[in-house]
């Protein structure tokens, strides 16, 4: 059974900082391409920052420089380090394991007050 579990998330000022979790199993973890996505109510889930098995790494334009992926293989977590957030940042944001299927995580909300 495959699980994702995101956190960290919750309130912060803008020109704060967030730290996203992703603690993955029941999937091969470092020959997946893992992804956080966001998501605000009445818009399209969008791509936020991606990183491969091979350590390839591509972001969203809007979050370019103030937002950096990395993954941990031994300890099966992807990781969203958010930095110099803004109130357009608030969505939720989900996690995403790809490779031969696509997997979901339930969504960590991150709230940015201006």
């Known amino acids: 059974q495959v699980q994702l579990v995101e956190s960290g998330g919750g309130l912060v000022q803008a020109g704060g900082s967030l730290r996203l979790s992703c603690a993955a199993s029941?999937?091969?973890?470092?020959?997946?391409?893992m992804g956080w996505y966001r998501q605000t109510p009445g818009k399209q889930r969008e791509m936020v920052a991606g990183i491969t098995g091979g350590g390839s790494i591509s972001y969203a334009d809007s979050v370019k420089g103030r937002f950096t992926i990395s993954r941990d293989n031994a300890k099966n977590t992807v990781y969203l380090q958010m930095n110099s957030l803004k109130p357009e940042d608030t969505a939720v944001y989900y996690c995403?394991?790809?490779?031969?299927?696509?997997?979901w995580g339930k969504g960590t909300l991150v709230t940015v007050s201006s």
């Open positions: 995403n394991a790809y490779k031969t299927f696509s997997y």
């Open positions: 029941g999937i091969v973890f470092s020959i997946n391409t």
